[in-house]
């Protein structure tokens, strides 16, 4: 009979951890990709979710709040080959967090690579003059 009691509790005890490690709280402002077998399934939103231990696991947590990016400064040639230092700040928002997690392999490098880019090719476009008085709208 004990040895009965102990295998039951040894059970029970299984039982509770796999529960317990099936149940997932995505916090408000995350999104959480889920893998199966190394596979994207599933986006989790925030609140309380349950995946299969062992099967599931958690890819990637993503913030999808604002987040604020510094565009280091860098020398751009204007239209009347003027030289100026711009530099940035780029606000974003994830809005897809499966797409964010696996199209792109350092997001927060792409959107700076991509923010250099049209920076450059926008200041490249104008005078001197209209880069200087249209800071804001760049």
Do not use: C
């Amino acid at each position: 009979m004990e040895l009965f009691a102990v295998f039951a509790g040894v059970v029970v005890l299984v039982a509770v951890g796999l529960v317990f490690a099936g149940v997932k709280t995505v916090p408000q402002g995350e999104k959480w990709t889920v893998e199966r077998f190394g596979r994207y399934i599933r986006t989790l939103e925030s609140g309380f979710w349950v995946i299969i231990p062992f099967v599931d696991r958690i890819g990637r947590r993503l913030t999808v709040m604002e987040q604020v990016l510094d565009v280091p400064a860098q020398t751009v040639i204007t239209k009347d080959n003027a030289a100026v230092i711009a530099d940035g700040v780029v606000f974003f928002r994830i809005d897809d967090a499966a797409r964010a997690a696996y199209q792109v392999r350092h997001l927060e490098e792409a959107i700076v690579n991509l923010t250099t880019t049209n920076l450059r090719s926008v200041i490249g476009a104008m005078d001197l003059d209209d880069t200087l008085s249209n800071r804001q709208k760049i």
